[in-house]
């Protein structure tokens, strides 16, 4: 059983920036494809980020240029960087790992607000 914890989550004004990280469990986390979702307050949750095993990436037009996704095969862990980062970005953010098995997992989420 794979399990996914997100960290990094928080406060932070409009314009700043956060981290967030997403460690898994087990040994199947370098080939599978990693993702970063975000659900808001009545809202659907969204795709944010995808990278593949091999490094391929994916954004949500809205974060381009200012997130970037990246994956540390050998700690089992993917992180979200987010800069200028704006008040549309509150929402709970989940990381999902989808295995070559075509199983998916998810973490329990990281909340992020950013104030205007």
């Known amino acids: 059983q794979v399990q996914l914890v997100e960290s990094g989550g928080g406060l932070v004004q409009a314009g700043g920036s956060l981290r967030l990280s997403c460690g898994a469990s087990g040994s199947i986390f370098s080939s599978s494809t990693m993702g970063w979702y975000r659900q808001a307050p009545g809202k659907q949750r969204e795709l944010v980020a995808l990278i593949a095993g091999g490094g391929t990436t994916r954004y949500a037009d809205s974060v381009k240029g200012r997130f970037t996704i990246s994956r540390d095969n050998a700690k089992n862990t993917m992180y979200l960087q987010m800069n200028s980062l704006k008040p549309e970005d509150t929402a709970v953010y989940y990381c999902?790992?989808?295995?070559?098995?075509?199983?998916?997992?998810w973490g329990q989420g990281t909340q992020v607000t950013v104030s205007s």
């Open positions: 999902k790992m989808v295995t070559i098995y075509y199983t998916d997992y």
